[in-house]
């Protein structure tokens, strides 16, 4: 991925945990890390609404902590992006996360 092909779209600010999008031709990768749960919401949404219209893979390696909410919300979006025909992924995630997504009964979002 060339410098010319990738759109780098940072979503945080500047005390809060790292939330980036890079967008490259039909595809964008959400680099993530940190605790996703409620009070980021509204920083996920504007995340993946930047993607909106490509294929999508979230990359959870750094982060520490998801709550049910976060997952009900990556659910719906999967489902949406699904409906319009957009692909999402999510891989990398520590095994505290894994356990989170698995107890929610939400693991098929999940690479294996």
């Excluded at 891989?91 to 894994?98: D, F, I, L, N």
């Amino acid at each position: 991925m060339s410098h010319a092909e990738q759109e780098r779209i940072p979503t945080a600010g500047r005390n809060s945990p790292a939330l980036a999008t890079v967008l490259c031709a039909d595809e964008a990768m959400l680099a993530a890390s940190g605790e996703l749960d409620l009070p980021r919401h509204d920083e996920i949404r504007a995340a993946l609404a930047a993607a909106v219209a490509v294929d999508l893979t979230l990359d959870l390696s750094d982060v520490t902590f998801v709550d049910v909410s976060t997952i009900s919300l990556l659910a719906h979006a999967a489902e949406n992006r699904q409906a319009a025909g957009r692909r999402t992924t999510i891989v990398g995630c520590q095994p505290t996360v894994r356990r989170v997504f698995r107890l929610a009964r939400a693991e098929h979002l999940l690479c294996p």
